[in-house]
């Protein structure tokens, strides 16, 4: 298990916690094992009722930690990111998330299946997967389209144009914008709502919502493997990395 990933549970509220603050919260490929393993355990259990991811120290992803990637590509269908997006995408109890800060890359994508998104006025968003030579992940390439339109979709994937918190609510990618004061209580307070109520009706619910898209995710996820396999040892995300490594 990797210490950068806290848990904390209480009244039937599962927490997760990346905490890497020295590396903006950059996500490893333990650190995705674990969290992936989490989301199966609390998966299983009948003690967890709701499910908050959040980061440390007033940032919420700068996304993979590109050392580590370049060290463990995702090239292989059984890679941690993989299993962990599995492991959120199939999760029963509605996930919260509480997003202080940048969320880059998979910091944005794994938001599109989380079931409620808070946010701070200092937060911002951007998927620069072209910038590093690779594609999308996550069924991004076909949520995002539903969720914000083709064209704004295009703007946001191709060329990793990077967002406001105010801009992602206008867009409908976060339910409401906070005080970094208060993003805390405001996150708690619905996850508690969510845990106090029948856990059998909000599951069903929360399966219905999701239920006619199924197919569609589950198709682009395959595909965006593919093609993250193609990409990601190409030369040109090679150079991409070592330009961002060499800047580092």
């Known amino acids: 298990m990797s210490r950068f990933i806290r848990t904390e549970i209480d009244s039937g509220v599962l927490e997760l916690r990346i905490d890497r603050p020295e590396s903006k919260n950059a996500i490893t490929s333990e650190m995705y094992s674990d969290l992936a393993q989490k989301l199966r355990d609390a998966d299983a259990s009948s003690e967890v009722k709701a499910i908050i991811l959040a980061g440390a120290a007033g940032i919420f992803t700068a996304g993979n930690d590109i050392q580590d990637f370049v060290a463990s590509p995702p090239d292989t269908a059984d890679a941690p990111v993989w299993n962990f997006f599995r492991s959120l995408m ?51 390439s076909v949520l995002l389209p539903l969720f914000v339109g083709r064209v704004k979709a295009s703007d946001l994937l191709l060329c990793g144009s990077r967002i406001s918190a105010e801009e992602a609510l206008s867009l409908g990618l976060v339910n409401a914008v906070v005080d970094p004061d208060d993003l805390r209580a405001t996150v708690h307070e619905r996850a508690r709502l969510l845990a106090s109520l029948p856990s059998e009706a909000v599951q069903r619910t929360k399966r219905l919502l999701k239920e006619g898209l199924e197919s569609l995710v589950a198709r682009q996820f395959t595909s965006e493997q593919e093609s993250m396999r193609a990409t990601v040892t190409s030369t040109a995300a090679k150079q991409a990395f070592a330009r961002f490594l060499k800047k580092r």
């Open 90 to 140: 199939s999760a029963r109890q509605p996930i919260i998330a509480a997003v202080d800060g940048a969320a880059i890359g998979i910091g944005t994508t794994m938001l599109l299946h989380a079931d409620f998104v808070f946010a701070t006025q200092r937060s911002f968003f951007a998927m620069p997967f072209t910038s590093l030579g690779i594609t999308p992940e996550g069924a991004a």
